[in-house]
């Protein structure tokens, strides 16, 4: 059975570090708000998503500098 304690091994298990990082505080405002629980996977995943484009764009820059240092 699933529940919120399996939570975070899940989110390390599927490779979803920041929403890992993430899970304890927006837990607590969403509770606070009470607001709708797929309100706070949404904000979860757009951390996640948000993440994972700023982590590749960082490697293709750095890739980038290294064949402008090759070809130099």
Do not use: F, W
């Given at each position: 059975m699933v ?11 599927l490779g979803l570090?920041m929403?890992y990082?993430?899970l304890?505080s927006?837990g ?5 708000k009470?607001g709708?629980y797929?309100?706070y996977?949404?904000?979860?995943s757009?951390?996640e ?17 290294l064949n402008?240092c090759?070809?130099?």
């Amino acid at each position: 059975m699933v529940n919120s304690a399996t939570l975070p091994l899940l989110l390390k298990q599927l490779g979803l570090p920041m929403m890992y990082k993430a899970l304890q505080s927006k837990g607590r405002r969403s509770s606070e708000k009470n607001g709708a629980y797929t309100d706070y996977l949404s904000a979860l995943s757009h951390l996640e998503v948000s993440s994972r484009r700023q982590k590749r764009i960082q490697r293709h820059l750095k890739e980038v500098e290294l064949n402008l240092c090759c070809i130099n």
